[in-house]
């Protein structure tokens, strides 16, 4: 065993019985490469990446790369999810080399950490070719390869960032629509989502979609992103038996996933189909999010009530084998009742995917279509259906499962608080508050210390580690904001307001007007960046973005108003070109156009008040209330009387008594 065997990381713990001579991250493996002037490999992934064990399994396992790598290189292991500050760097590297990015991420540097060359996963032939070329370069050239470096490590010290920008614009509805327009030509009319293949569901994507589809009364980007939801839903990327998503798609109609399934993908698509329920009230948006948050308190969550990272996509060695069947074995299970199964979920004999044989549930048909062309009535259908998915996931349950990423991550705990609380705000489930609570507590008790600076791990069984970055602040804050918007209890927005304070004094570049990704108090690495664009998860700027803004509304506080303004400046110019890559900040700006009502709900009956108003789309407001005056916006309006008050622009109007009257004062979309 190597050295990873003391690691805590599943990812690490895979690699502990490699003969690579592995190291974690740190100090000692650095000051090594430093003592003995040799080249460092740096190889970064997660333990659900599919491709990461295929790596592992034909290099880092094979005795001759081994030798090879341990005779002239120091070799160091990253967890991806436990250092993301270590993974944005050498990523940062290796799309500035080669244009493409993802994992496994192999990238080999000097001794002082600055890279020269790196890639994603490789075939042992190559891998071997590349290591004992690099090794004869460093040794023959050293000065090409520093001189190599010094370019590189300028990129990426510059690699997505932005210019300061004093000068406040006017905002309008022109920039919301130039950036739909530029965005149009790439979202896909025939199958939803964003191009061809592969496919990521992209959450903050289509909630910006969404929102402004509804603001601005756009039926084409309503009905794209209709269809999106749907065919997310029907596709092989959600789990038809046991509900949650995989991580993508690697065809072009949702079909055949990859079968590692996050948290962080769930959290998210939690929020987004629940918000779209109030929007557009399709009985599959409220069926997925119940399947979706069953499969995560079944599968994810800890008795200590935090939520695990993600299921591996392989068991036994074979991708995806948890998850499928084969013809024979449905009609073993289900007997009578397979020929219906088979229609509903598109099963054959022949498989429908690569793997011979081998099927991945999908469907085609909403439930009254299929209905009909079968003569049979819908409930017949339903009842039929769910019963037969109740005996496969009931032999499925005795299959060798997939490995569990047993670590609890804050920023990913902080996404499924949200969606939680999103679920429960439109929903009104008990359980659905219950779970996110309990989340809560978690966060509260393990993960924030008594300066109100936060842990990004915790791991079962192990030791924290004593660092967070950006993300971990951004999140959590956001979870704890919406749990206050849909209990109005007063603690998780005081816990948001401390952690927010710790954001701006340990994160926040007043020169620059944007949040650095590490704490000033970190370890220096090559490179102190700076997270702005959105991908699968929006950026932790962005998010800091949008939780200045409302804890500005609901808190009265100029400061965070201020900041939140600069970033979106700093960012404005870049977004039209393409919006994909800035969704979290478009609905900064939606909200900057359009207006935020800030809605207050008091009175005996506020709790109820609240409900009612949540049953009405209105993407653009925030909530509070209760019976108590502990907000600026509450001061002098607690009475015993059922009242709701609109503000927007800091001008508020008459008290409405009941909802109906409140919603007079909004504008229609």
């Not at 490590?153 to 950036?179: C, K, M, R, W």
């Not at 994810?300 to 990272?309: D, K, N, R, S, V």
Request: glycine letters at 6%; charged letters at 20%.
């Amino acid at each position: 065993m190597n050295r990873l065997a003391q690691s805590t990381s599943p990812y690490l713990l895979q690699h502990a019985n490699n003969p690579v001579d592995w190291y974690p991250w740190g100090a000692e493996a650095l000051q090594k490469a430093r003592d003995e002037n040799k080249l460092i490999i740096v190889s970064i992934g997660y333990s659900a990446c599919h491709w990461c064990h295929v790596m592992e399994h034909e290099s880092f396992e094979d005795e001759q790369v081994a030798a090879l790598m341990n005779e002239h290189f120091i070799c160091i292991k990253v967890d991806r999810e436990e250092r993301p500050d270590v993974d944005q760097i050498y990523m940062s590297a290796v799309q500035l080399m080669t244009n493409r990015g993802g994992w496994p991420l192999n990238c080999i540097c000097l001794p002082d950490q600055r890279p020269i060359y790196g890639g994603t996963y490789y075939p042992k032939h190559d891998w071997l070719n590349i290591l004992m070329s690099l090794a004869d370069f460093y040794t023959n050239r050293p000065d090409e390869a520093v001189d190599y470096a010094v370019r590189l490590t300028e990129g990426v010290q510059q690699f997505e960032s932005v210019d300061l920008v004093t000068e406040q614009p006017n905002y309008s509805a022109d920039d919301l629509h130039t950036i739909v327009k530029n965005w149009r030509k790439y979202l896909d009319a025939n199958e939803g989502g964003t191009g061809h293949a592969p496919k990521f569901p992209m959450p903050n994507n289509w909630l910006f979609l969404m929102r402004y589809a509804h603001l601005f009364n756009d039926e084409g980007i309503a009905s794209l992103t209709k269809l999106t939801l749907h065919k997310m839903a029907f596709g092989g990327i959600y789990d038809h038996i046991g509900g949650g998503f995989a991580r993508y798609s690697v065809d072009g109609r949702w079909h055949v996933p990859h079968f590692e399934k996050m948290l962080y993908d769930n959290a998210q698509l939690v929020g987004l189909y629940a918000e779209a329920y109030i929007w557009n009230a399709d009985p599959i948006y409220q069926h997925t999010v119940a399947e979706t948050i069953a499969f995560v308190q079944r599968e994810l969550t800890a008795p200590i009530g935090g939520f695990y990272a993600a299921l591996d996509a392989d068991s036994e060695g074979v991708e995806g084998k948890f998850y499928t069947f084969t013809k024979t074995e449905v009609v073993a299970i289900l007997g009578n009742d397979a020929d219906l199964f088979c229609i509903y979920y598109n099963i054959t004999p022949d498989g429908n995917w690569e793997e011979e044989q081998t099927n991945v549930l999908f469907r085609k048909e909403h439930d009254v279509t299929l209905a009909a062309q079968l003569g049979m009535p819908v409930e017949a259908l339903r009842t039929a259906v769910q019963a037969a998915k109740n005996k496969l996931f009931d032999v499925r349950s005795k299959r060798v499962r997939p490995g569990l990423d047993n670590k609890i991550l804050a920023s990913w705990n902080g996404l499924m608080l949200k969606g939680l609380a999103e679920a429960y705000r439109t929903f009104n489930e008990p359980s659905y508050l219950s779970l996110a609570l309990n989340n809560a507590m978690f966060i509260t008790q393990n993960l924030i210390g008594a300066n109100h600076r936060l842990t990004r791990i915790y791991k079962t069984g192990g030791t924290a580690q004593p660092i967070s970055f950006l993300d971990d602040y951004a999140n959590v804050i956001d979870g704890f904001s919406a749990l206050y918007e849909v209990t109005f209890d007063i603690q998780w927005l005081h816990l948001a307001a401390k952690l927010t304070d710790n954001a701006i004094a340990y994160y926040y570049n007043e020169a620059e007007g944007m949040f650095f990704y590490t704490a000033a108090d970190d370890e220096q690495l090559i490179a102190r960046k700076t997270e702005i664009m959105d991908g699968v998860i929006s950026s932790s700027n962005s998010v800091m973005a949008r939780n200045l803004k409302k804890l500005s509304l609901l808190l009265g506080n100029t400061q965070y108003e201020a900041i939140s303004a600069q970033l979106l400046r700093n960012v404005m110019p870049y977004m039209a070109k393409y919006g994909s890559s800035y969704a979290n900040w478009a609905l900064l700006l939606l909200e900057e156009v359009k207006g935020v009502y800030e809605v207050a709900v008091t009175g005996s009956s506020a709790e109820a008040l609240r409900r009612e108003v949540e049953q009405n789309y209105i993407p653009n407001k925030i909530m509070l209330g209760g019976n108590q005056e502990n907000l600026p916006l509450l001061q002098n309006r607690i009475s015993e009387q059922n009242r709701i008050f609109i503000c927007k622009n800091k001008t508020c109007g008459l008290p409405a008594y009941t909802v109906q009257d409140a919603l007079k004062q909004i504008e229609p979309s």
